[in-house]
């Protein structure tokens, strides 16, 4: 069993919808949860962050944690062209800055016209 | 806030020859810093950990005297890739942590 994991995708959703990404863990002791965004041929930008059971929004993203499923998702509304990108479920098993993230395989997104 | 830089964005060398990648963090001091490779289409790969003043700490099956790691201050972590071959062909990324970690914006090496 990976780590981390998540549907590689492509998720393909049309502009303005919702995209759904999901992803889930193994650690149970997992403390801290990050969304990157990959754009081909980038490095990863960090998106969201969230460390508690429960949403946490920013503007058209919402990250949702549920710690006893071991399971974290990115809401993105109103979906763009330019939100067409991978993106990178991280967890971190300590809160601290200094511990190594685990990343997943990414979940291509194409939102379409 | 929060930036990191890499230099340089893109290398070309020859095969047995070394390359030195930078990572620097420009507005805060990063204890910790990160180097990644992530090859196309797959995931990063975690190479290894750099903390400011003490040796790296490199992941499983990654060859410490071939990255070479040196965190010589808070703000500067280089990857010396020595006696590079054409398998080391690469996207190099590196991240400082912060609250989080941000990443630089990759150094694509090609060995020929």
Not at chain 2, 25 to 54: C, H, I, V
Request: hydrophobic letters at 30%.
């Amino acid at each position: 069993q990976k780590e981390v994991e998540q549907n590689s995708g492509p998720l393909s959703v049309p502009e303005g919808a919702i995209a759904s990404l999901n992803c889930t863990y193994s650690d149970r002791g997992s403390q801290s949860f990050f969304w990157y965004r990959q754009y081909s041929g980038k490095s990863p930008e960090l998106i969201m962050s969230i460390y508690s059971n429960g949403d946490k929004e920013d503007g058209r993203f919402t990250a949702q944690l549920n710690k006893a499923s071991q399971y974290v998702s990115l809401l993105i509304r109103d979906s763009q062209p330019s939100d067409s990108a991978t993106y990178l479920c991280a967890v971190n098993r300590l809160t601290g800055t200094a511990s190594k993230l685990t990343f997943g395989t990414g979940t291509r997104l194409q939102v379409t016209l | 806030g929060a930036v990191v830089s890499q230099h340089p964005s893109w290398v070309i060398c020859k095969s047995g020859t070394s390359v030195k990648i930078e990572c620097r963090s420009l507005d805060f001091q990063a204890t910790t810093m990160f180097w990644y490779r992530q090859f196309p289409k797959q995931s990063l790969m975690l190479m290894a950990t750099s903390n400011e003043g003490s040796k790296a700490t490199y992941e499983q099956g990654v060859e410490k005297d071939k990255f070479l790691i040196n965190h010589a201050s808070l703000t500067l972590s280089t990857l010396t890739v020595t006696s590079a071959h054409p398998e080391d062909s690469s996207f190099y990324i590196c991240s400082a942590a912060l609250n989080e970690q941000y990443f630089g914006p990759g150094t694509r090496l090609t060995v020929t």
